[in-house]
Nanobody, 120 residues
Framework: QVQLVESGGGLVQPGGSLRLSCVASGSIFRISAMRWFRQAAGKQREFVARISNGGSTNGGSTNYADSVKGRFTISRDNATNTLYLQMNRLKPEDTAVYYC?????????WGQGTQVTVSS
């Protein structure tokens, strides 16, 4: 069983920054790609960013939704089982609950989510 716990959300003004974290239990984290999703009120959950398992470099290839490309950066630290999402130049439309996700061949694992609100 894998547990994912997000943190780092909050209220920020437009143009500001936040850094989300997701700590995973278990060794599966190190061999898994990881993803961030978000869900705004009244909307479907949408993909935000993905990072591969990083192999021996502990880095990993990344890809992003067009709406966040150039503003958000996904990264990971396999030594501490932690996934990050650095969010810069935040916009009101980034307001949502953000979830980290560990995909598997069976059921994906999800965290409980962390609220990000961008408002003046």
């Amino acid at each position: 069983q894998v547990q994912l716990v997000e943190s780092g959300g909050g209220l920020v003004q437009p143009g500001g920054s936040l850094r989300l974290s997701c700590v995973a239990s278990g060794s599966i984290f190190r061999i898994s790609a990881m993803r961030w999703f978000r869900q705004a009120a009244g909307k479907q959950r949408e993909f935000v960013a993905r990072i591969s398992n990083g192999g021996s470099t502990n880095g990993g290839s990344t890809n992003y939704a067009d709406s966040v490309k150039g503003r958000f950066t996904i990264s990971r630290d396999n030594a501490t089982n932690t996934l990050y999402l650095q969010m810069n130049r935040l916009k009101p439309e980034d307001t949502a609950v953000y979830y980290c996700n560990l995909p598997t061949l069976g059921s994906d694992y999800w965290g409980q989510g962390t609220q990000v609100t961008v408002s003046s």
